[in-house]
């Protein structure tokens, strides 16, 4: 060791350590004072039970902090030391095939991640000329998505539905089905009762080799609800950056906003929208614009947006469709008809078909729209005996191949199609 390097390294560890204090414990909010701290840094109040706490505010009584843990145990007066930065995550290939925590931290039983190279979860969108165009589809395994919502390779879409309807359903589909290199599963506020089932019984061992994991219970503090969101887009932007074309699913993208709600509002921030703070609207676009396309691979997001009283025009659906490249409505209609899954066709729509999708395939793709969207005028007719044959001629032959659309529709979960077979077969049907 050098005299230099050894002269670094006592004179670091000789530095004496700056400590702050708890001031007041209110709510979900830790107010610290006589410490310097960027709003973002992790700071860690010590006690009985050390707690780290991120910087969400600061002003002239201190620094507000929202604890990563639980604030039982914890007093003023606490000594409160500085990490000297934001939240980091492990990135690396090990990655694949486990189950993180909402911080990052492994909670399979597998070998520590300790090894692995960290990196801040806050990283910067690509820029907005160097962002390749979208040109490619990518496989999502689902014929309703892929014939007629068709995604390209760094596409932005959001599912929307109310409670019950099979987003999350949906979701484990498109992880086992799709023909993307890497999966990134983000489960924000899940019951957790449910984890363990998606895992094992609708991802399987199968769709986890591929697959990364990153878990938030819903009795997780709001900081770390909010962060799993961005733990899970800085892995996948890990594997973009490496090459990769990666698929990005986030279950859901409303209780990432509704933690930021929990924090803003904790922060002082004033309710605005329906309750929810300006920062939440702030939020979406910095979180969601890091999916796409880079120079070196692509992230194809999958957000799951819960609809409010399956209204939607809610808040968070509302914004979140006017940032996003299409979105995919689910219908309580069909789920109740037990059609799954449950895609509206109809109301749902891919901003890039045009791009992704050959001449033929578009044709095929409107036909069946427009049989779907005659066989919706009539049904009430033919329901009540009044339809007459030969008054519309989409309409009587949606009704002669109403059985063939209804069976294209329907997809068992262990049944995935690759996206040349779904093409084919509606070539077929619309053209019989």
Not at 40 to 66: F, K, Y
Not at 229 to 257: C, K, Q
Not at 357 to 380: C, G, I, S, Y
């Amino acid at each position: 060791m050098t005299t230099n390097l050894l002269l670094e390294r006592l004179t670091e560890a000789a530095r004496p350590v700056r400590l702050g204090r708890v001031a007041e414990l209110l709510g979900l909010q830790v107010r610290v004072t006589g410490l310097a701290a960027a709003v973002g840094d992790l700071l860690l109040i010590e006690g009985a039970s050390p707690v780290m706490a991120e910087v969400v505010a600061a002003g002239p009584q201190g620094l507000v902090c929202l604890p990563l843990g639980t604030t039982a145990g914890l007093m003023v007066g606490a000594p409160v030391q500085g990490t000297g930065g934001p939240l980091t995550v492990g990135v690396g290939d090990e990655l694949r095939g486990r189950v993180l925590d909402g911080l990052g931290r492994p909670i399979d039983g597998g070998p520590p991640l300790s090894h692995l190279p960290r990196v801040s979860v806050e990283n910067t969108a690509p820029g907005a000329l160097t962002r390749p165009r979208i040109d490619q589809q990518v496989g999502l395994g689902v014929r309703a998505l892929d014939g007629l919502v068709p995604c390209g390779r760094g596409q932005r879409i959001g599912i929307m539905a109310g409670s019950g309807v099979g987003k999350s359903s949906l979701l484990s589909m498109v992880a086992r089905g799709t023909d993307a290199q890497v999966s990134v599963i983000a489960l924000v506020g899940e019951r957790g009762r449910e984890v363990r089932e998606f895992i094992e019984n609708d991802l399987g061992p199968e769709g986890l080799a591929r697959s990364v994991v990153v878990v938030s219970t819903s009795d997780a503090p709001p900081v770390e609800r909010l962060r799993s969101a961005f733990v899970a887009t800085r892995i996948a932007e890990h594997f973009r950056d490496s090459g990769n074309d990666v698929v990005l699913m986030m279950d859901s993208l409303t209780r990432v906003a509704m933690a930021q709600r929990e924090i803003g509002l904790s922060a002082g921030e004033p309710p605005a929208t329906r309750g929810y703070p300006p920062s939440v609207f702030t939020l979406m676009p910095r979180l969601l614009e890091r999916a796409g396309t880079s120079e070196h691979g692509s992230i194809t997001g999958l957000y799951t947006i819960l609809i409010e009283g399956d209204d939607l025009q809610d808040p968070i659906g509302d914004t979140a469709r006017s940032i996003l490249d299409g979105h995919v409505v689910l219908s309580r209609r069909l789920a109740t008809a037990a059609h799954f899954p449950a895609i509206d066709v109809l109301e749902s729509i891919s901003r890039v078909s045009g791009a992704v999708t050959t001449k033929e395939q578009q044709q095929d793709a409107a036909r069946l729209r427009r049989l779907l969207a005659a066989h919706r005028d009539v049904r009430d007719l033919v329901e009540i005996g009044a339809y007459v044959a030969g008054s519309d001629a989409d309409a009587d032959a949606a009704l002669t191949l109403m059985p063939h659309i209804d069976q294209f529709l329907r997809q068992s979960m262990d049944d995935p199609t690759d996206v040349a077979a779904t093409w084919q077969r509606l070539h077929l049907m619309v053209n019989a």
